[in-house]
């Protein structure tokens, strides 16, 4: 039995292997010429057409040891001779060239910015030197990147992405956009009307749940001029991924169809599914056809042949039936069956199809999902023919509680961050052990390793650290070196006081462990205040407070490097939000103890004195302002109605989620405009609150400021304000300032 089931997964990951590498041959050395050109135009859209001509790229497949396993080879240079960058993909001659980038160069490539100052002469590789991945896949995105950072990117910042994920050997990425154009034009041919369409599918910043028959309506409708742009963008993105020869991933029909069905189908069988997210049936409760209906591969089919002949194929789709939603039978039966069903659909129309599954259910909703359940999803597919994603691998693993997904192969992703938010975070420790760790599990059918993240622009370290595995055979050996070498090449210059600042980093904030370790962050700052908030941090404080100093102090070396202001402005957000728990503790006490010059204190320097000046901190970087976002909003839509529903939208994400604040706060930010004008209003009533409750004798009461605290957040997002898209100030400057005022506050041992 354990020796069929051991045999059974290799089998499966070598399966796999070939159905997706059988493709690999047709038209090889055109697709090798191709990919070559790709990264040549990376090449100039990163560096510049006359840097550019100092290298010379080349694809051939032949370069990997063995079909599949991605390798680079660099060698030349020096005294006017090109640097050599081949690769058995384009991907790996891509990630052969951020190698050299960042090791021969000093360079850093970032979403916050690049770091390229090029050494001139280029720097001979004296050794050539070969690297191959052996990781078959290195994947990025999550389902809920879409919305929360890509929602409103145009082509520009979607190119910009896509070389992004070529340097750091990206080899296979979800590629959603556009797929409503597809299921309205599939709805209409079932017979659904405009209407009907225009009341199922949610607003762009929340597509991403009504991909998972979480949500519908919801912000919506979409308009005709939406689906025309997605569709546009769809076709760059898919054409620039496969140059690449990166393997997109679509969309397949999952079950969830729109209410309208019924009645157009009134014999369809469906079931109402459960309320998501505190939403109530007004936005959530999906309909599931059921897997025996007939109309199930109809629609499944309709909609992947409609898609595919639009879009063409790399073979590999993704559909999640159960996210967070409780099947409606936990029948091992009734379970395999749904699966089998989206599988059908998917192989009706391609033989060649794969399931890119994320696992996510599995740990999320524990109780449910015990060894029979699982087992009849994983085994409702033959195997190789479904790809997991063990999404949350650096947390809570699924694969060693599942004998490695019952022989399924599966990718060790790791998720970090949900919702997008600031906050300094990560277990770069763990992380670095993860994939090597599920490598070595006996009977492993591990794949490759991935980049999960809800959202991005947040703590480039860690997902630094994660492409740089998707590329590792083990663990690196020593992170505090990796660290330094990290900031050097981030700043473009090592400098002492900097890499002691990354390295109490790495031992603080950077090493999360235990139960403080949420992916969220928790901070009084962007949650709804109570007198019962948890301050509690994995870390010592004064690690923050010390690396903020040493970094203030490096200033005067390396403020002109884009990326050194931008962690000088982050870590000292991060002290601002250790401030605010301080300030959040003292007036808490201060309140119990009646002490009303003691509330007073420290609600007002709260509330007038460190908020805005976080504010004002902020506003001085284009790349913490909320009218940035909103500015990406506006420029999407095509009319004033538009933009303000795109712009409510857009907000709604940020703080409500909700009409009624049914997610309140889950993608939270640090932005300016967000600060002072969502959180900090929102603690001066409660404040207030308190204050007059001390005054008064009377008891505080969370729910009538929980009333009111909805009333401002509504009021924001339906407010008319107009939020900076310029920064304003000199962030070097203004954390002097900042430092000046609180520093001491830290010193007097108040922290
Ligand atoms: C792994 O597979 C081998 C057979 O190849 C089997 O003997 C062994 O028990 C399996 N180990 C585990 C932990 O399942
Ligand atoms: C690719 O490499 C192989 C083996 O080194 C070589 O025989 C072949 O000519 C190369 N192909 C091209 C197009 O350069
Ligand atoms: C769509 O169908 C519904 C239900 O029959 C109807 O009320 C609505 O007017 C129709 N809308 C259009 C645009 O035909
Ligand atoms: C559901 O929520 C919406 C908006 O929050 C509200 O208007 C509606 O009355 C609620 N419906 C039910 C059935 O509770
Ligand atoms: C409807 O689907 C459910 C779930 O698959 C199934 O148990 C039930 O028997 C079906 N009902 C009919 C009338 O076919
Ligand atoms: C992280 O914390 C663990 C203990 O939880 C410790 O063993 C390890 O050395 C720490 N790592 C760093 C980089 O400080
Ligand atoms: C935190 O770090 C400071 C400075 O190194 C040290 O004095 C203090 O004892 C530490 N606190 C804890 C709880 O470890």
Aim: charged residues 15%.
């Amino acid at each position: 039995m354990a020796a069929a089931a051991a045999a059974a997964a290799a089998a499966a990951a070598a399966l796999l292997a070939c159905l997706l590498l059988s493709r690999a041959g047709a038209g090889m050395a055109g697709d090798e010429a191709r990919e070559a050109a790709a990264v040549r135009g990376l090449l100039s859209r990163l560096l510049g057409a006359r840097a550019a001509a100092g290298f010379s790229v080349s694809v051939n497949r032949s370069l990997a040891p063995r079909p599949g396993a991605d390798t680079f080879r660099l060698s030349g240079g020096g005294g006017g001779d090109p640097v050599q960058v081949a690769g058995s993909s384009g991907v790996a001659a891509a990630a052969g060239l951020h190698r050299y980038l960042r090791d021969f160069c000093g360079c850093h490539v970032a979403w916050s910015g690049a770091q390229l100052r090029l050494p001139d002469p280029l720097p001979a590789v004296p050794e050539p030197r070969t690297e191959s991945t052996p990781n078959r896949y290195r994947y990025y995105q999550n389902v809920c990147t879409q919305s929360y950072s890509f929602v409103w990117w145009g082509w520009a910042r979607w190119e910009r992405e896509i070389d992004w994920m070529a340097l750091n050997g990206i080899n296979l990425a979800l590629a959603a956009v556009g797929q409503e154009a597809v299921w309205r034009r599939v709805y209409l041919t079932l017979g659904l009307n405009e209407t009907e369409i225009d009341e199922y599918f949610t607003g762009p910043a929340f597509l991403a749940w009504e991909h998972m028959g979480n949500l519908h309506s919801w912000g919506g409708p979409l308009s005709s001029s939406w689906h025309r742009k997605q569709s546009s963008l769809q076709y760059q993105i898919l054409e620039r991924m496969r140059s690449f020869g990166m393997k997109p991933v679509l969309p397949a029909f999952a079950g969830h169809v729109p209410k309208a069905f019924t009645r157009v189908f009134p014999q369809a069988n469906v079931t109402h599914l459960g309320m998501w997210g505190h939403f109530n049936c007004t936005y959530s409760c999906s309909y599931l056809l059921a897997p025996e209906d007939p109309l199930f591969p109809v629609v499944g089919s309709l909609f992947l042949r409609e898609l595919t002949q639009e879009f063409g194929t790399d073979h590999i789709y993704s559909a999640d039936t159960f996210n967070e939603m409780e099947p409606p039978s936990s029948e091992p039966a009734y379970l395999a069956a749904a699966t089998a069903a989206v599988y059908e659909a998917m192989i009706a129309v391609d033989v060649d199809a794969v399931w890119l599954l994320q696992g996510w259910l599995f740990q999320h909703q524990p109780d449910f999902w015990k060894p029979p359940q699982v087992k009849a999803v994983l085994k409702a597919v033959p195997l190789g023919r479904l790809l997991v994603l063990d999404l949350y691998a650096e947390s809570k693993p699924v694969y060693s509680r599942t004998d490695s997904f019952y022989g399924q192969p599966f990718i060790w992703c790791m998720l970090h961050n949900f919702g997008g938010n600031h906050g300094l975070f990560g277990a770069l420790d763990a992380v670095n052990r993860g994939p090597s760790d599920a490598w070595l599990f006996p009977n492993s059918t591990f794949v490759g390793t991935g980049i999960v993240p809800e959202g991005i622009n947040q703590n480039e370290v860690v997902y630094a650290l994660m492409a740089e595995l998707g590329w590792q055979k083990g663990p690196l050996p020593d992170l505090g070196a990796w660290v330094a070498g990290f900031a050097a090449q981030r700043y473009g210059t090592p400098h002492s006081h900097a890499e002691a600042a990354w390295k109490l980093l790495l031992q603080s904030v950077y090493n999360c462990s235990g139960d403080l370790c949420t992916g969220h962050n928790r901070s009084p700052l962007v949650k709804r205040p109570s007198l019962h908030l948890d301050i509690s941090v994995w870390y010592n404080r004064s690690d923050v407070f010390e690396a903020w100093r040493l970094l203030l102090e490096a200033a005067p070396v390396l403020a002109s490097s884009p990326a050194f202001r931008y962690d000088l402005l982050d870590v000292t957000r991060q002290v601002a939000q250790e401030l605010v728990s301080l300030y959040y503790e003292e007036l808490r006490t201060a309140f119990e103890a009646g002490a009303m010059p003691a509330l007073l204190t420290a609600g007002g320097l709260l509330v007038f004195d460190l908020l805005p000046s976080l504010d004002e901190l902020l506003a001085s970087d284009e790349r913490f302002l909320l009218g940035a976002w909103l500015e990406q909003a506006r420029e999407m839509a095509v009319s004033e109605a538009e933009a303000w529903q795109y712009k409510q939208n857009a907000l709604y994400q940020l703080t409500l989620w909700g009409p009624t604040g049914n997610i309140l706060d889950y993608a939270n930010k640090q932005l300016a405009g967000l600060v002072a004008g969502y959180y900090a209003p929102r603690w001066k009533l409660f404040v207030e609150m308190l204050v007059k409750s001390l005054a008064e004798g009377t008891p505080f009461h969370q729910n009538q400021f929980e009333s009111e605290a909805l009333l401002l957040g509504q009021n924001f997002v339906l407010g008319r304000e107009k939020f900076p898209t310029q920064p304003q100030g000199d962030t070097v400057d203004l954390v002097k300032k900042f430092f000046l005022r609180y520093y001491p506050r830290y010193q007097a041992g108040a922290v």
